[in-house]
């Protein structure tokens, strides 16, 4: 068993186990006024995992990340960060923590540089130390030839990663992200994700919140899927479609007329069909064969697409409701 020593600002060293839990949470529930925005929640962290909170806006799990961080208390249950109680170790527990907030909140008048060593005086960092771990971010976050550029200048990519890199400049043990990729194009999604995994295999421990079940997919070892401040599901993306949804989907886009005219003539052609405002989605393990059967009866719908099933689906399964809704 491995101990990390870590030191933060005005308090005495703290140990910490490689092999304990990162974070472990039990019956955790918070609520403002009548209002109850998570409801008696349970899950553990492991140490160095990607672990992701799935949902739609209002699930629960930026109220969820608020609690982990120590800036929103918790109401009621247990929740216990790398080993200690955020109701009487905030402090110690913020030292190991890295937070990139869902907004970037960077200072647009200072330098790309100056916001990381600016940063690192609110954890007591020594210029020259600070000096050299921004140097290190920045070539790490891809930023070095913006150093000297002032934050506005910046596209919207360039400044989420930039907020990544203020985050690592205490070289936290655990690293909240809330929505991590929010409007950002795709290149410069599967640019953080790379960050972000590379991050993970130096032991870093990852906790985000997303709603794009793309990301999820490719971040996170494990995840909880959230809807109405309550987890309806927990486990690997694998697990998850394993569990709850077939291999294949099948997609069809009709029209209205087309659609009308639907009824009994799906059934038995898939496990499970799905109506959405949009398309109709067909739950089966061989997609292919659905799309002949279709064919043969004479059906012929505006667009057909067979694709493999995604954590989009499960949600969909469980809720009945889209992940975007």
């Known amino acids: 068993m491995n101990l990390i020593a870590v030191r933060g600002p005005g308090i005495s060293p703290q140990r910490v186990s490689d092999s304990a839990p990162a974070i472990t949470a039990r019956g955790l529930t918070k609520k403002f006024g009548e209002f109850t925005a998570?409801?008696?929640?349970?899950?553990?962290?492991?140490?160095?995992?990607?672990?992701?909170?799935?949902?739609?806006?209002?699930?629960?799990k930026t109220s969820t990340m608020k609690m982990i961080g120590c800036v929103s208390p918790v109401t009621s249950g247990e929740l216990q960060v790398v080993g200690m109680d955020p109701r009487s170790q905030g402090s110690s527990i913020k030292a190991l923590l890295g937070v990139v907030p869902q907004l970037d909140n960077l200072d647009i008048e200072l330098t790309v540089r100056e916001n990381l060593e600016m940063y690192a005086r609110y954890f007591r960092i020594d210029r020259h130390t600070a000096r050299e771990r921004a140097t290190e971010l920045l070539d790490f976050v891809q930023l070095t030839?913006?150093?000297?550029?002032?934050v506005d200048s910046l596209s919207g990519g360039m400044k989420r990663r930039l907020t990544i890199a203020r985050a690592l400049i205490n070289e936290p043990w655990l690293l909240l992200l809330d929505e991590p990729?929010?409007?950002?194009?795709?290149?410069?999604?599967?640019?953080?994700?790379?960050?972000?995994?590379?991050?993970k295999q130096r032991g870093v421990t990852l906790v985000l919140t997303t709603h794009y079940m793309d990301e999820a997919e490719q971040l996170c070892d494990r995840l909880v899927i959230m809807d109405k401040a309550k987890i309806v599901a927990v486990g690997t993306p694998r697990e998850l479609i394993a569990r709850h949804v077939t291999a294949e989907v099948v997609e069809l886009r009709v029209s209205d007329q087309t659609r009308s005219a639907l009824d009994g003539r799906l059934e038995g052609l898939a496990e499970r069909v799905e109506r959405l405002p949009d398309r109709l989605l067909?739950?089966?393990?061989?997609?292919?064969?659905?799309?002949?059967?279709?064919?043969?009866?004479?059906?012929?719908?505006?667009?057909?697409?067979?694709?493999?099933?995604?954590?989009e689906d499960v949600f969909l399964t469980l809720t009945g409701r889209s992940l975007a809704e």
């Open 181 to 199: 990729t929010t409007g950002l194009d795709p290149q410069a999604r599967h640019l953080l994700w790379d960050r972000l995994y590379r991050l």
């Open 145 to 150: 030839e913006k150093t000297e550029s002032t």
């Open 282 to 311: 067909l739950y089966t393990p061989h997609g292919e064969k659905v799309l002949s059967a279709l064919e043969l009866g004479g059906f012929h719908p505006e667009s057909a697409l067979v694709r493999r099933a995604t954590l």
């Open 38 to 60: 998570v409801d008696g929640i349970d899950f553990d962290v492991h140490s160095g995992e990607a672990f992701g909170f799935l949902g739609p806006n209002g699930a629960g």
